[in-house]
Antibody, heavy 126, light 113 residues
Framework: EVQLVQSGGSFVQPGTSLTLSCTGS????????IHWVRQAPGKGLEWISV????????DYADSVRGRFAISRDNGKNSVYLQIYSLTSDDTALYYC???????????????????WGQGSVVTVSS | DIVMTQSPDSLTVSLGERATINCKSS????????????LAWYQQRPGQPPRLLIY???TRESGVPDRFSGSGSGTDFTLTISGLQADDVAVYYC?????????FGQGTKLEIK
């Protein structure tokens, strides 16, 4: 079965850091870009980051750039999202999602998302 | 950033009828090199992650019923659900993957009358 399994969500205090993990199985993990999308309670979807299949390219939403760091370890079929200096605005359900196409060149970060993780809840509160 | 605007925000349709959801982008999503529109549609049922329905504006994802269809080009797109069923109750999102940052529409909540 093709799937992404997430871990690392938590209840944390403002100003602290957190790492979310996303592990893939059932597909050739190092062929695909992996994205992170978050959903604040009762709100819509917000794309926040992507990493290419070989880690050569990454990108971030302006709302998280400088505080979030994406990385991957293809040997462990895993992608990580490190979040620093958490604020209440970061409270959300965080999803990792697989890019559906083996895109290359200038399209390497541009795909729809065909497989989604189950989500990791991050709650930031004092 | 490309702004995606969906209409309506919510929709109530009778079982067996047709639902139509519109999505407008602030710039063209048509890539001239391959003549493809970088637009996808997702269904998110309550308590579930989103599910990919349509990509390239009109290509149905594997396993998606043919009741779901996508159309449009450039800046104006439509998701049509024919023969509405009870398990179509969900929020539907359009998504542009033409450029980063990827952006989504605000969502359209579909309910059954």
């Amino acid at each position: 079965e093709v799937q992404l399994v997430q871990s690392g969500g938590s209840f944390v205090q403002p100003g602290t850091s957190l790492t979310l993990s996303c592990t893939g199985s059932g597909f050739t993990f190092d062929d695909y870009a992996i994205h992170w999308v978050r959903q604040a309670p009762g709100k819509g979807l917000e794309w926040i980051s992507v990493i290419s299949w070989n880690s050569a390219r990454m990108d971030y939403a302006d709302s998280v750039r400088g505080r979030f760091a994406i990385s991957r370890d293809n040997g462990k079929n895993s992608v990580y999202l490190q979040i620093y200096s958490l604020t209440s605005d970061d409270t959300a359900l965080y999803y990792c999602a697989k890019g559906s196409l083996r895109s290359g060149g200038n399209q390497v970060l541009l795909q729809p998302f065909d497989i989604w993780g189950q989500g990791s809840v991050v709650t930031v509160s004092s | 950033d490309i702004v995606m605007t969906q209409s309506p925000d919510s929709l109530t349709v009778s079982l067996g009828e047709r639902a139509t959801i519109n999505c407008k982008s602030s710039r063209s999503l048509l890539y001239g090199v391959n003549n493809r529109n970088y637009l996808a549609w997702y269904q998110q049922r309550p308590g579930q992650p989103p599910r990919l329905l349509i990509y390239w504006a009109s290509t149905r994802e594997s396993g998606v019923p043919d009741r779901f269809s996508g159309s449009g080009s450039g800046t104006d797109f439509t998701l049509t659900i024919s023969g509405l069923q009870a398990d179509d109750v969900a929020v539907y999102y359009c998504h542009q993957f033409f450029s980063t940052p990827h952006t989504f529409g605000q969502g359209t909540k579909l309910e059954i009358k």
